[in-house]
């Protein structure tokens, strides 16, 4: 007996340092550390982000978060190095134009095994799967925000004139030239002639009646045909540079976006298509009692819209022993509520439908636009621009140097797209 008493005062010391030291070591094991590099990087988004990562892990003990923030123009370049070098990474931030490199390389993995039981799934809009799913019909990239183009209307102007919202690029033309008066410095169309002026409004508005676009490949036809040798997009070609030579400033060509911003802002300019990010900086100067935003004209022939979209997501890096916690975390900040804000922050457009029906910061005013157009998706049609050729990172500045040539009257609407067609062909 007195043998048991002393065995059992023993297990009563004994026992309780085991499971601390059990438990200490378990707690260890059990932390994981996820290396998470962003890329867009600017301070009010970083701090954004470190505020969800804070309230993640204060909520997830065990999980730690390292944000790596490089310099925005440093971030793209960092994080290749990083992935080539098979560096400690999980969590990755791309966009629509380098997600590709990313999948080729075998550097992210398939996110198709986590969605199935992704609570926000059905919230998903229809533009989100498209982005989501762009390379291979898989999911490589769960995307965060989108830049889609509206039309900015200064409604003030329009009023002076006794003018009716623009609803066709024909409409469009038509009210430029209304409320066009160079003795007075007013003009119609906020052009922007360089910096990828292509992508903001002369694809949209010139090739907008032609009816068989391929949306996977905006610059053919479903027939193979480059599409500027069409008729139709001749045409509009033709009435996009009759707007600028009648309905802008001339020195329009030289505009980029800030400068489009301030023709606009102060009244020089009365019809502007832009991304959602500039909506802050307008309501600041100008005010919403001045202006509005609409979804863009579509071709009176057509009765259609083509507007390609630029996003940026996350991924998960396919070499992760982490995949399972870092998707909790992606899906955590990618949240719908999470998602409103940060979209709010940073002045773009929410991934989810609840967003644009459920947040008044979304579902009325100036974002009706957006929500009309991600709704009608049979007139709003979203394209793809070829982003996977390996003509396309050179095709701006070669389109822009043509571009400026036809604008000024140094050459015709066939010679500049006889140069262009053969850059695509050749």
Not at 216 to 221: A, C, R, S, V
Request: with cysteine; net charge negative.
């Amino acid at each position: 007996m007195k043998k048991i008493m002393i065995f059992l005062m023993v297990l009563t010391f004994i026992v309780p340092f085991a499971l601390m030291a059990t438990g200490s070591q378990e707690s260890g094991d059990t932390t994981i550390e996820l290396n998470f590099i962003e890329m867009l990087t600017s301070p009010t988004r970083t701090e954004f982000l470190n505020t969800v990562i804070e309230e993640y892990e204060a909520a997830n003990p065990g999980i730690i978060i390292n944000l790596i923030s490089p310099p925005y123009e440093q971030a793209e370049n960092k994080m290749t190095m990083m992935l080539n070098a098979k560096q400690p990474l999980d969590i990755i931030e791309s966009r629509d134009a380098t997600i590709k490199q990313f999948v080729n390389n075998k550097q992210v993995a398939s996110m198709e095994p986590f969605i199935e039981n992704w609570a926000a799934k059905d919230d998903f809009m229809p533009i989100s799967w498209k982005a989501a799913r762009t390379i291979d019909d898989t999911a490589y990239i769960l995307p965060q925000l989108f830049f889609v183009k509206g039309m900015f209307v200064r409604t003030d102007i329009l009023k002076e004139h006794n003018l009716e919202i623009p609803k066709t690029v024909e409409d469009l033309y038509q009210a430029s030239l209304a409320v066009t008066d160079p003795d007075n410095n007013r003009f119609g169309y906020v052009i922007r002639g360089k910096h990828n002026a292509w992508k903001v409004s002369q694809d949209a508005l010139s090739l907008a009646n032609v009816g068989n676009v391929d949306p996977e490949n905006f610059y053919k036809t479903t027939d193979g045909q480059f599409i500027y040798d069409t008729e139709e997009a001749k045409a509009g070609l033709q009435r996009y540079v009759d707007m600028y030579q009648k309905a802008v400033p001339s020195d329009g060509i030289n505009w980029g976006f800030a400068e489009q911003i301030n023709a606009f802002v102060s009244g020089v300019g009365t019809f502007l298509i832009q991304d959602p990010d500039a909506i802050a900086m307008i309501d600041e100067q100008l005010g919403r009692d001045k202006y509005t935003v609409v979804p863009v004209p579509v071709g009176e022939k057509t009765g259609k819209a083509y507007q390609d979209f630029a996003f940026n997501g996350l991924s998960i890096v396919s070499y992760s022993e982490n995949k399972q916690e870092a998707w909790d975390f992606i899906t955590d900040l990618i949240s719908p509520e999470t998602n409103a804000e940060f979209c709010k922050t940073y002045g773009a457009l929410p991934v989810y439908n609840s967003s644009f029906h459920d947040d008044p910061f979304f579902s009325t005013g100036v974002f009706d636009a957006w929500n009309t157009m991600f709704n009608n998706p049979e007139v709003y049609n979203l394209i793809s621009y070829p982003i996977e050729s390996d003509k396309f990172a050179a095709w701006g500045p070669f389109q822009e140097q043509y571009m400026q040539r036809l604008m000024l009257g140094e050459a015709t609407v066939d010679e500049t797209v006889a140069v262009w067609s053969e850059y695509w062909n050749k």
